[in-house]
């Protein structure tokens, strides 16, 4: 009996660790990338896990790449909730077969759209749909500083996209057929040239992707390439910063994961199970970032608006025990 009482009595200890581990999974610091949808997912993240998981979590100041380097080479921050992967995918690749990181779910299941914008009404207007068709109309699309060039907007300094636009840049031809590139400063500089365009109905030639509130409120066309996705030239050239000599190429389907790391995976316990499982369509991305962008609001404004108006979606994410949490919280 005494042997019985003292493995019943382990038992129930061992049992009120786990419970413990489960409604505490310690500090965890989560990248707020510097763009809207997944500075959004970020703050709906540090919501759940904090009170549906009993995490501590400290959101900083996060970008594709420095979030990667600093994820790969120092194990911080512990998560990248929405994490682009195209342009770290060797590096990733190792880091996960060598086990220091770890990807989680695909935070959007439809993957990201990457690629050249024009608005449809241009599009439409003057028969503008693959890329050969914009160069042979520099005057469609103003914005350069040389008012005899058309502009061509790039992404922000520090953006990876900004050495892919580059290097595409380059090897269309555009300056050579009389683009300038544009650098719109900052993400709100962006988006704000493509509503400016849109609003004045004036011609916009440039880099963008999806989801995105902008192209939820503007009718942009994503212009044809007429060129395959070349891996190989990918890989060795168009996300090679200062590449001599890229050739065309064409984005593909942008994988979109979270990923952690090992220690991060080793102490997060059930909330594990959240990273794997979350994810969201670009429709409902689209939704919440209008929303955002219509409201001037905040990511964590976003977040919460989110959580009370797409339980449907959120609830699938977690535990029944969680979700009550959750709820209770908001």
Not at 16 to 23: I, L, T, W
Not at 174 to 184: C, L, Q, R, T
Request: with cysteine.
């Amino acid at each position: 009996m005494k042997k019985l009482f003292a493995t019943v009595a382990a038992t129930a200890l061992v049992g009120m660790a786990s419970s413990a581990m489960a409604e505490d999974c310690g500090t965890i610091t989560v990248a707020e990338m510097n763009w809207a949808s997944a500075g959004a997912i970020s703050q709906i993240d540090k919501i759940i896990l904090e009170n549906g998981y009993g995490c501590n979590v400290e959101l900083v100041a996060g970008d594709t790449m420095p979030t990667f380097t600093s994820m790969n080479e120092k194990g911080e921050p512990d998560m990248a909730p929405e994490l682009w992967i195209n342009a770290v995918r060797e590096p990733l690749d190792q880091a996960v077969s060598e086990g220091s990181l770890i990807i989680g779910g695909e935070i959007l299941n439809e993957g990201g759209v990457e690629g050249f914008w024009v608005p449809t009404f241009i599009a439409e207007e003057h028969g503008i749909k693959t890329v050969k068709d914009a160069l042979a109309r520099p005057d469609l699309f103003k914005g350069a500083e040389d008012d005899s060039k058309g502009g061509f907007f790039t992404c922000p300094t520090g953006w990876n996209c900004r050495i892919t636009t580059g290097n595409l840049f380059r090897a269309f031809g555009f300056d050579e057929a009389g683009f300038e590139m544009v650098d719109p400063g900052s993400a709100a500089g962006l988006d704000g040239s493509i509503a400016r365009a849109n609003e004045r109905k004036e011609g916009w030639l440039g880099y963008y992707w999806a989801p995105t509130s902008i192209l939820g409120k503007y009718d942009m066309t994503l212009l044809d390439f007429e060129v395959p996705h070349d891996k190989a030239e990918w890989d060795k050239c168009t996300v090679v910063e200062d590449c001599p000599d890229p050739k065309p190429n064409s984005w593909v389907k942008s994988e979109v994961f979270t990923v952690v790391t090992d220690d991060f995976a080793n102490k997060a316990g059930p909330a594990m199970d959240y990273i794997k499982g979350r994810t969201w369509d670009n429709r409902t991305a689209g939704k919440v970032l209008a929303w955002m962008s219509d409201n001037q609001a905040a990511n964590e404004d976003g977040a919460y608006y989110f959580l009370e108006n797409f339980e449907d979606v959120w609830s699938q994410w977690v535990s029944p025990e969680a979700a009550e949490k959750i709820k209770a919280s908001l």
